[in-house]
């Protein structure tokens, strides 16, 4: 399921993403509190589970101020997910409710529109990554494109995402291709990283742009609609399919 929601907004943050997730967390939490508290909370904590969606945002004529873009036109929420439970309250949540604001910035909902998801029918598919891919090692580090051990670790986080989402991992190893994708850095002011680390945003490395995946067929249509990476229900890894 792949919606695009279209808002208007005086102003957005430049770290946006924890903006974003917070409406789609508030669209979900109005159309259905219990399910809200499933997926996110766990015996009265937060639930660190992956969550079975990824978006992107795009920010239509602008202008920058201090730390905010100022909006000439309009702001663009893309939201894709396998889960059509999920996907349902995240459309009813929007539909029902116009208006979300978050601390000083107000987003007026204009319309909601669902896409029309492509089907993957051969064993490698051409990707644009629409929001910063974001890969991780096993100590936290965000590694680089060129670093030996990315290919490995985009592997392990695609099977945990298969695995959480469908109870089943990776059916074969992925291999990947670097077509065009570009180093993007992404400033986060996340409330958990401050409060463990004192520093007020975190800046992520991700990448952008045209990308080649081989694998099962099955894998590659789930994770088209998962999205890739780490961090991807942090605005991270949304991906489209271009051939």
Same mark, same amino acid.
């Given at each position: 399921? %792949?919606?695009?929601?279209?808002?208007?907004?005086?102003?957005?943050?430049?770290?946006?993403?924890?903006?974003?997730?917070?409406?789609?967390?508030?669209?979900? $939490?109005?159309?259905?509190?219990?399910?809200?508290?499933? /997926?996110?909370?766990?015996?009265?904590?937060?639930?660190?589970?992956?969550? &079975?969606?990824?978006?992107?945002?795009?920010?239509? @004529?602008?202008?920058?101020? &201090?730390? =905010?873009?100022?909006?000439?036109? %309009?702001?663009?929420?893309?939201?894709?997910?396998? #889960?059509?439970?999920? @996907? /349902?309250?995240?459309? !009813?949540?929007?539909? &029902?409710?116009?208006?979300?604001?978050?601390?000083?910035?107000?987003? $007026? $909902?204009? %319309?909601?529109?669902?896409?029309?998801?492509? =089907?993957?029918?051969?064993?490698?598919?051409?990707?644009?990554?629409?929001?910063?891919?974001? *890969?991780?090692?096993?100590?936290?580090?965000?590694?680089? *494109? #060129? #670093?030996?051990?990315?290919?490995?670790?985009?592997?392990?986080?695609?099977?945990?995402?298969?695995?959480?989402?469908?109870?089943?991992?990776?059916?074969?190893?992925?291999?990947?291709? =670097?077509? %065009?994708?570009?180093? *993007?850095?992404?400033?986060?002011?996340?409330?958990?990283?401050? &409060?463990?680390?004192?520093?007020?945003?975190?800046?992520? !490395? @991700?990448?952008?742009?045209?990308?080649?995946?081989?694998?099962?067929?099955?894998?590659?249509?789930?994770?088209?609609?998962?999205?890739?990476?780490?961090? $991807?229900?942090?605005?991270? @890894?949304?991906?489209?399919?271009?051939?």
């Amino acid at each position: 399921m %792949r919606m695009k929601v279209e808002f208007k907004a005086d102003k957005l943050p430049i770290s946006y993403n924890t903006l974003f997730m917070s409406v789609i967390k508030e669209a979900i $939490r109005k159309s259905n509190e219990d399910y809200y508290n499933n /997926l996110y909370y766990y015996e009265g904590k937060s639930n660190k589970k992956t969550k &079975n969606f990824t978006f992107s945002v795009y920010v239509k @004529g602008y202008d920058i101020e &201090n730390e =905010n873009f100022i909006v000439k036109d %309009r702001v663009i929420l893309n939201i894709s997910t396998p #889960d059509l439970e999920l @996907g /349902l309250h995240i459309y !009813n949540g929007l539909i &029902n409710y116009p208006k979300f604001i978050y601390k000083e910035y107000e987003l $007026r $909902r204009i %319309r909601v529109d669902l896409g029309k998801e492509k =089907n993957i029918e051969k064993e490698e598919a051409i990707f644009n990554a629409l929001s910063p891919i974001c *890969i991780k090692s096993k100590n936290g580090k965000f590694l680089n *494109i #060129d #670093d030996e051990e990315y290919i490995k670790e985009f592997n392990y986080i695609s099977n945990e995402v298969l695995k959480n989402y469908r109870g089943y991992g990776l059916k074969k190893a992925l291999e990947f291709e =670097n077509l %065009r994708l570009n180093k *993007i850095v992404v400033k986060e002011g996340l409330r958990e990283f401050k &409060n463990t680390t004192g520093k007020k945003y975190q800046y992520v !490395n @991700g990448y952008k742009g045209k990308f080649k995946l081989c694998g099962d067929i099955e894998d590659l249509n789930d994770l088209y609609k998962l999205g890739c990476g780490f961090k $991807r229900a942090q605005g991270f @890894g949304y991906i489209d399919l271009v051939e």
